[in-house]
């Protein structure tokens, strides 16, 4: 899904929230348009593929735009947005979790264009996705702890501790890959 489908999306989400005035409507439809290709690129680093990027960026507008006055009051909707991203990729991830795996492996739309990126893209999608969710929000998009933890719907410390294990995996993965020499920094 490109980035104006997702916006098309979430335009005509608004349509089927009867309780939603045309002031809230006008002022989600702005938001959205506004914010969807930054979520999209937020979703697709979480999860390391565009059509789930899209489809988690779709899912979390829709709950948002029926929940839009109650988010708008509370004066954070892109963060509002940000966590309902991180909370269903978790939920979709534990109940994917469950299915069987098969040999063939699919297809794949992303293609790498630096090979040094693609080995850091690709060990950072080798974490569990809560400690992946943790390094996006604190170094792709930059948030401090204290955001970090409200997004995530943890506390600080539990954000410290889970950073600090995903930092280590990722030192350790890509010395691993570096002494392969698939990796250099």
Not at 136 to 143: A, H, P
Not at 154 to 173: D, I, M, N, W, Y
Request: net charge neutral.
């Amino acid at each position: 899904m490109s980035t104006a489908e997702a916006i098309d999306a979430g335009s005509r989400l608004q349509g089927r929230v009867g309780d939603v005035d045309t002031a809230d409507r006008e002022a989600f439809d702005a938001f959205a348009r506004a914010r969807t290709p930054a979520l999209l690129r937020f979703a697709h680093v979480l999860t390391g593929d565009p059509e789930k990027a899209a489809d988690l960026v779709q899912d979390a507008l829709e709950r948002t735009v029926a929940a839009w006055p109650r988010v708008v009051r509370k004066d954070d909707p892109e963060g509002y947005v940000r966590r309902a991203i991180v909370h269903r990729n978790v939920s979709v991830w534990r109940r994917l979790r469950r299915e069987t795996l098969v040999s063939d492996v699919p297809e794949s739309s992303y293609v790498p264009t630096d090979p040094h990126d693609a080995a850091l893209w690709a060990t950072l999608a080798e974490l569990p996705p809560r400690m992946r969710a943790v390094v996006v929000l604190r170094f792709y998009e930059d948030l401090g702890e204290a955001q970090t933890a409200a997004v995530m719907g943890c506390s600080v410390g539990t954000v410290k501790s889970t950073t600090s294990r995903a930092l280590a995996r990722l030192r350790e993965k890509l010395s691993e890959r570096q002494q392969e020499g698939t990796w250099t920094p």
